[in-house]
């Protein structure tokens, strides 16, 4: 049987598939469009994503994850099979998948991403917990008995996690992400500005001026949406500065976050993460400031990576070959 590994980053907000020697096969939205009158599945990914907010009341719109977990088994399933047919034309020859999972899902979660990766098509699912991934495809000598804490977030939760000779010592799952700040970011605009926008224009107006550190009243975003005063249709503008103010409160539980697995840490570890200092990965990494922002209320060193979106799928990919050098308790294993 022909081998082919492949590790997938099941995300809440996107799904990355990743080969070795072909890079970053796929990246598209974790979103499935249902309609409900025909009883099946009318988009998926990218297609799904453009229908958000506009689709007919029948087209039910659905992220299959939530806070980093797998919600809804069916729809999750649909979503996989989809992007792993995508990907190698067919599922003939079964992959062994490598998944990563938060570090703190229940043993029943766990379950779940096994099962419905091998409902989708995988000859054999390898889950391995996030921040290990992160790790790994950053580079970073995980073998080492030396302390090195990775934070990772993500759009529905962030994964934190101190690592040491091929293992996670502690780490911690906050569910929060990239998702809250977009909410705070709407709740802002209709509380200030008396308009309601959706959730992909407040993606939209992070991406393009969010900033936590020194934010600009010069730097701006255009609002569109519907005014909470008339009814009509409506357009405002939000500053880098309002942005900052929106999700100041989101960025502040992921420092307490990081704060208290400090509080749990062995002080030899912490005092290599002093040295080494904290490395920053997920699509929320990118907001401008944040490792400033973290940096200045922990008094550590932190650092984005390059391509901070990616680590997570990269390292997940390569993991086989790194199997031998992970403690086992991190790097589970299933098939048929």
């Not at 796929?26 to 599945?41: C, G, H, W």
């Amino acid at each position: 049987m022909v081998n082919i590994d492949v590790g997938v980053d099941l995300g809440t907000d996107s799904v990355i598939i990743y080969m070795e020697g072909k890079g970053i096969t796929l990246s598209q939205p974790s979103i499935v469009a249902y309609d409900e009158k025909k009883e099946k599945v009318v988009a998926v990914g990218s297609a799904a994503f453009d229908m958000l907010g506009k689709a007919p009341p029948y087209i039910k719109i659905v992220r299959p994850l939530e806070n980093g977990s797998i919600s809804d088994f069916k729809m999750a399933e649909v979503l996989l099979r989809s992007f792993l047919t995508k990907v190698f034309g067919n599922l003939f020859f079964k992959p062994s998948v490598a998944m990563c999972v938060p570090s703190s899902i229940t043993g029943i979660e766990r379950t779940a991403f096994i099962t419905t990766a091998l409902a989708a098509g995988a000859r054999k699912v390898t889950l391995i917990e996030a921040p290990l991934a992160a790790a790994i495809g950053c580079g970073i000598d995980f073998k080492a008995c030396k302390g090195n804490m990775i934070v990772d977030i993500g759009a529905g939760s962030t994964d934190i996690a101190v690592i040491s000779f091929g293992g996670v010592v502690n780490s911690r799952s906050e569910r929060t992400g990239g998702y809250d700040m977009d909410e705070a970011i709407k709740d802002y605009v209709l509380k200030e500005k008396k308009l309601y926008i959706g959730q992909k224009t407040a993606e939209a107006a992070k991406i393009k001026a969010a900033a936590l550190t020194n934010p600009s009243q010069k730097i701006t975003a255009e609002l569109k949406g519907l005014s909470a005063k008339t009814g009509l249709p409506a357009s405002a503008v939000i500053t880098q500065t309002e942005i900052c103010e929106a999700i100041t409160p989101i960025a502040e539980r992921i420092s307490a976050a990081v704060h208290s697995l400090f509080e749990v840490t062995p002080p030899d570890l912490t005092g290599d993460i002093l040295e080494t200092g904290i490395i920053l990965t997920g699509g929320a990494a990118q907001i401008r400031g944040i490792d400033s922002f973290i940096s200045v209320r922990l008094g550590v060193d932190v650092k984005v990576v390059e391509d901070p979106l990616h680590r997570v799928a990269v390292g997940t990919g390569t993991c086989f070959k790194a199997a031998d050098d992970l403690i086992d308790a991190s790097f589970e294993e299933a098939g048929i």
